[in-house]
């Protein structure tokens, strides 16, 4: 018997990169709404409630509403808006994030979908809280540019539209308030949250993600070696992250925003210079990938007890 499937928000950016990937797989069944009714309460409703496995694609408040309209206790949800990800009874999407959190993500009913930059400044740095070489109460900061897709139909629009301008690259979130932040903050296991400083540049998709690291002035002052191991170790035997080797990263002169392309896949680096104790630590991924709609496949997979990469873009 197949899984039943409903994607609720589609026709948005990352429902539809979704739905890509679902498609032609004959262990799932998508449940779709004609276009007159995808608005309509009484056939989301309905909708909602047919499913094994509900994915929301929606914006915060319409996600809250339609949990609200799933009224039976079966029905599991993957939730692709920021409304649900620190809250308490959902479970954070990042399979990846600990040891035995992909166990207790395939026994979850409610899971929430990391955003695109917290998966790469989470998967850089909860390793190193683990292990013990990144303090807690840490004073840590995280930076990086991604592709204007992720602002949505409205950034799509500002940059594609006619007559647009935009800029080559755009810092923002300049209040140091974004909405990652307390996902960044509750996830890696940091006292204090990260100083956040993204931006935004002038191509469709990828991203980088960079944490910068004064080793020397750290307790104990872990060597390159310390944290490429801790990174090595966390994901070892992933099919999804890579961590570059020591040697691979030393041939690398420069990152481009596209490195891993228009895949499901993370890729992990170290830079920096060992002798003087200075570290780049550089993540990159597709923020509509593994940072939006490979995640949630990655998700579903789990929650179905199928195998975990079935039809991502590896």
């Not at 840590?140 to 897709?149: K, L």
């Not at 500002?158 to 140091?176: H, K, T």
Request: aromatic fraction near 6%; charged fraction near 20%; include cysteine.
């Amino acid at each position: 018997m197949s899984t039943r499937i409903f994607i609720d928000g589609g026709h948005g950016t990352t429902g539809i990169e979704i739905g890509d990937r679902l498609a032609g797989r004959p262990e799932l069944s998508l449940i779709a709404l004609d276009e007159k009714d995808r608005k309509d309460a009484g056939a989301r409703r309905d909708a909602l409630n047919a499913a094994d496995i509900v994915i929301l694609c929606l914006p915060d408040d319409a996600a809250r509403e339609a949990v609200s309209l799933i009224d039976n206790d079966w029905t599991r949800v993957i939730d692709a808006s920021t409304a649900h990800r620190v809250a308490d009874g959902w479970t954070y999407g990042f399979p990846e994030l600990e040891p035995g959190h992909r166990e207790a993500l395939a026994n979850s009913r409610f899971v929430a979908n990391p955003g695109c930059w917290p998966t790469g400044f989470l998967a850089l740095v909860r390793p190193l809280v683990l292990a013990g070489l990144l303090p807690a109460d840490w004073p840590v900061t995280v930076s990086g540019a991604s592709g204007y897709s992720g602002g949505g139909k409205a950034m799509i629009a500002e940059y594609e539209g006619e007559g647009s301008a935009p800029s080559a690259f755009r810092p923002y979130g300049l209040s140091l308030a974004h909405k990652h932040v307390p996902e960044m903050t509750r996830y890696s296991g940091l006292t204090h949250p990260p100083l956040f400083a993204p931006a935004v540049a002038n191509a469709y998709r990828g991203m980088i993600v960079e944490v910068p690291m004064q080793l020397r002035a750290m307790p104990g002052a872990p060597s390159f070696a310390d944290v490429h191991a801790a990174l090595a170790s966390a994901y070892e035997g992933s099919p999804i992250v890579s961590v570059a080797s020591l040697e691979e990263c030393a041939t690398i002169t420069q990152l481009p925003l596209e490195q891993v392309g228009a895949t499901d896949r993370l890729s992990l680096f170290l830079f920096g210079n060992a002798d003087g104790g200075q570290a780049r630590l550089v993540a990159a991924l597709d923020n509509l990938g593994k940072g939006a709609a490979g995640a949630a496949v990655q998700n579903l997979n789990i929650l179905a007890g199928l195998p975990e990469t079935a039809g991502l873009r590896l």
